[in-house]
Structure formats: structure tokens, C-alpha cells
């Protein structure tokens, strides 16, 4: 998340920096050693099968695949203090019921374009989808949310999921717990490059997927990009980004707060501030400051701050508008005293979450029933996060009857003709023949008087 060379250069005079970034912020990139690692990796998975999968499985994790039974599945919630499963719950509804309301909204159609040609769309989900659910450092518990929940508020009829062991060799009980929840037909206790090949070339018991979807380190992100073609994928997304459009009106202490909470997420996680009052820009550095101290993950949100983090200043809204579409965000809060002209003409970011009251960590965790997994390194300026439509394939047909016939044979014959196309022209030609034959009087008519 930064601002390209070239805008920088033409946009100089309408941004200012309180803060700027050590070094540059990263992008979702190509280590080559990682590459090589895990192409490696994906041959010999797929010339050897399940035990190439289990033998990465116990270098790397020391621990054999496992799959969870249903009553082992259901079980984890057992081993949850009471008010994280019941968290779990309701983060499983809400973002189910979100993707419910997506798909009110995909709807099936038909319509005639002309007498005789009849056009429609029917939204049909893909078989069958692999979910990928990181469960290190910090399980991320809501991912089940995002990729089994609304592939199932699809239509999907098998997803099945991967989850990497903990030290113990067991599962980690909130993330297969919200994987229960969020309706996973099949969960497996295996992780990094092994678990989405296995699920990729269907060595787990299923046919291969047909889609592989979820977070995950450099080798996972890695791997998705090189099964990418086998299967379909989410998208690539590199370090979590947050950013926020702030006026003289918001509260240093909830800006720098929102900042730090993404931040978290690793050390070279981008977090910007654009704000077109520089007091208060000073205000948020300060304040930074005074909370990194505070939080348990200091070691973590300080180098992201200092290394990757931005606040600039900007002479007016219609610049802070310009200077965010280019940085294009993962996450974007805006905090101002007219937030709804804002939402009216930022057009790229994954999420927007509008007004004070409003966090990215209420999507993280599944609350808020939008989906976080969302495009990064400028991502927003093409592409959109996961939903619900991603599951569905708008699948297109046409209806031709006889008499619509010369609105478009005639003119398929000019153009395949001006392309030295014969056989697409034969397929139009052949057709207008018949057309015309059809309607001519019979033999018998034309010579009896």
C-alpha cells in the first residue's frame, strides 16, 4: 500500500507527510526461493500422492494428517470457555446471514432482446472448495467464517478444509469449532504447501476441488499462486493494510488505536493516515506512541509503525478522495464530519467501515458479517474481496428461435467474411439457406394453376 512514483510526482503539491514510512511498504511478492521451494514441493506431491503429503507433513509439523470425525467436530466446542464459543456462534451467523443477503441479491434472469432471441443468466455454484485455515501464532478463528460460511450460503455441496497441527499434534479447537459451525462437510489436521496440494490433486478421500480459498503464510500464498490454473483461487493478498481518512473532528486516541489493531497483524503490515488537519495527524504520531508500550504485541505493531506506517496531510478532501484511491486499501475507516461525501466518491478499497463507531476488528473477527479476506497491494484498484459470488458462476445462454434468424445471421456472414473466417460464416449462411428454402411455396404450388 503506497503511492505509485508517477502520482507522487504529479500530485506533490496536494500531500504533505506528518510521518512517512521507514522503507518501502510491501507488496504481495515472489521470494524465489519460496518459489522454488514449494514447485518442489507441488511435483513431488503430485508424482508420489498421499505420502509425499504425509511426509512433509511430519517434517515439517511433526504430526501425521488426521481427519476430524463429525462428533470429533462438534466436540471442540466442548473444550471452548463458553463465551468464546458462543462469539464463535454468532460470528458464523452474521456472516452467513451477510452472504444470504448477497445471494437474495445475484438473481436469475431472462429476457427477450428481440422477437426470437432470448437471453439469460443463472448463477450456479462450483462443486466443490478446499478452505485453507491458518491456526499459528494467531488462529485466525473467523477465516472459517469467510471461506466455508458463505461458500456454503453458495450452494457449494462439498467444501472440505485444512487446518495445520498445533505443537501437541492436536487441532486448534476454536478454529475447527468455527469450521463446524460455518457448515465444513470434511475437516483435515494438516497444513502449509502439503494441505492444498492434498486437496488440489484430491488425495484426501474427495475429488480434487475445484477451488482453493483462505490465508496463509508465504509458502501457502505461494502455492496458491503456482495450483492457480489447476484449481480457481480466492486471490493472492499480501500483508494486511489499514488505512483511515480522518478530519480535525476525530479522536486521536480511536484513529491510533485502529491503526495499531491492523498493525498487529505482522511487521510489515502498512498502516496510513490521510487527513486534511495536520494538528491532528501530530495528534495520532503522539498517540501511537503512547499506546505501542501498552499492547502485548509491541514487538510486532512497533516495527510496522515505524517501518511501514504513513501520516499525510492534504490540503482538502478532494485530495484525501485521490491520494486513497491511489493507495487503494485493504481496510479503510474513514473518521470525518461528512462521512457520506466521502463514501460517495472513494471508489478503491476492500472494505469501508464509516464513521467513529466503526473498526476493521469487527470484520476481522466476524461481527460485522462482511467477508476480510480482501484485496492488498493496491489490489482495490481491479478487484474485489471474497463473497459469496465468487462460489457462483453467472452462467449465460441464448435462445434462437427461426425468425430471429436474419437479425443475426446477415450480419455474422459480413463480419466472418471481412475475417476470412469460412467456417464461422458457413454456420450463419447455412442457416439463412434453410430460412429462405422454408419459405418458398412447394414444387407441387408453383407449377399447378
Given at each position: 500500500?503506497?503511492?505509485?512514483?508517477?502520482?507522487?510526482?504529479?500530485?506533490?503539491?496536494?500531500?504533505?507527510?506528518?510521518?512517512?514510512?521507514?522503507v518501502d511498504a510491501p507488496e504481495a511478492q515472489r521470494d524465489p526461493a519460496v518459489a522454488e521451494r514449494v514447485a518442489g514441493m507441488l511435483a513431488e506431491i503430485a508424482r508420489d500422492g498421499i505420502e509425499a503429503v504425509r511426509r512433509y507433513a511430519t517434517e515439517l509439523d511433526g504430526a501425521d494428517v488426521v481427519e476430524l470425525s463429525r462428533d470429533e467436530l462438534a466436540a471442540t466446542?466442548?473444550?471452548?470457555?463458553?463465551?468464546?464459543?458462543?462469539?464463535?456462534?454468532?460470528?458464523?451467523?452474521?456472516?452467513q446471514q451477510f452472504a444470504r443477503l448477497q445471494r437474495d441479491h445475484l438473481t436469475d434472469f431472462e429476457a427477450e432482446l428481440l422477437p426470437?432471441?432470448?437471453?439469460?443468466?443463472?448463477?450456479?455454484?462450483?462443486?466443490?472448495?478446499?478452505?485453507?485455515?491458518?491456526?499459528?501464532?494467531?488462529?485466525?478463528?473467523?477465516?472459517?467464517?469467510?471461506?466455508?460460511?458463505?461458500?456454503?450460503?453458495?450452494?457449494?455441496p462439498t467444501v472440505i478444509a485444512c487446518t495445520p497441527p498445533q505443537p501437541d499434534g492436536g487441532v486448534n479447537a476454536a478454529v475447527a469449532y468455527a469450521a463446524y459451525v460455518s457448515g465444513v462437510d470434511r475437516l483435515f489436521v494438516v497444513g502449509g504447501v502439503q494441505a492444498l496440494a492434498a486437496m488440489a490433486y484430491g488425495l484426501l478421500g474427495e475429488a480434487p476441488v475445484d477451488m482453493i480459498v483462505g490465508a496463509g503464510n508465504a509458502f501457502v500464498a505461494e502455492?496458491?499462486?503456482?495450483?492457480?490454473?489447476t484449481v480457481a483461487i480466492d486471490l493472492l493478498a499480501g500483508p494486511s493494510e489499514v488505512a483511515v481518512i480522518a478530519d480535525e473532528t476525530a479522536d486521536p486516541e480511536l484513529v491510533a488505536a485502529d491503526l495499531l489493531g491492523q498493525a498487529e497483524h505482522g511487521p510489515n503490515s502498512p498502516a496510513a493516515l490521510v487527513t486534511t488537519s495536520r494538528a491532528l495527524g501530530e495528534a495520532v504520531v503522539?498517540?501511537?506512541?503512547?499506546?505501542?508500550?501498552?499492547?502485548?504485541?509491541?514487538?510486532?505493531?512497533?516495527?510496522?509503525?515505524?517501518?511501514?506506517?504513513?501520516?499525510?496531510v492534504v490540503d482538502d478532501r478532494e485530495s484525501a478522495v485521490a491520494v486513497m484511491d491511489e493507495l487503494a486499501p485493504e481496510h479503510l475507516e474513514v473518521q470525518t464530519a461528512d462521512d457520506a461525501w466521502y463514501h460517495d466518491r472513494l471508489t478503491n478499497y476492500g472494505s469501508l467501515f464509516i464513521g467513529p463507531w466503526s473498526t476493521v476488528a469487527y470484520s476481522d473477527k466476524g461481527m460485522a458479517g462482511t467477508n476480510h479476506t480482501l484485496p492488498t497491494a493496491g489490489g482495490a484498484k481491479h478487484s474485489a474481496g471474497l463473497s459469496v459470488s465468487r462460489f457462483l458462476k453467472p452462467l449465460t445462454y441464448q435462445r434462437?428461435?427461426?425468425?430471429?434468424?436474419?437479425?443475426?445471421?446477415?450480419?455474422?456472414?459480413?463480419?466472418?467474411?471481412?475475417?476470412?473466417m469460412s467456417a464461422h460464416r458457413a454456420t450463419a449462411t447455412l442457416r439463412t439457406d434453410r430460412l429462405h428454402r422454408s419459405t418458398l411455396p412447394s414444387p407441387e404450388l408453383t407449377t399447378r394453376k
Open positions: 500500500m503506497k503511492l505509485s512514483p508517477r502520482f507522487s510526482a504529479e500530485n506533490a503539491h496536494r500531500f504533505s507527510f506528518v510521518k512517512a514510512p521507514a466446542g466442548d473444550r471452548l470457555d463458553p463465551a468464546l464459543r458462543a462469539a464463535i456462534e454468532l460470528g458464523a451467523e452474521r456472516t426470437g432471441l432470448t437471453v439469460g443468466q443463472r448463477y450456479v455454484p462450483v462443486g466443490s472448495v478446499g478452505a485453507y485455515l491458518p491456526a499459528g501464532r494467531f488462529p485466525l478463528t473467523a477465516s472459517a467464517f469467510m471461506s466455508v460460511g458463505v461458500a456454503k450460503a453458495a450452494g457449494v502455492a496458491k499462486r503456482q495450483l492457480f490454473g503522539a498517540e501511537v506512541e503512547r499506546q505501542l508500550p501498552t499492547l502485548s504485541t509491541n514487538a510486532i505493531c512497533g516495527p510496522a509503525w515505524h517501518d511501514f506506517g504513513s501520516v499525510v434462437i428461435a427461426r425468425e430471429a434468424t436474419p437479425a443475426l445471421a446477415d450480419a455474422v456472414d459480413v463480419i466472418s467474411a471481412s475475417e476470412g
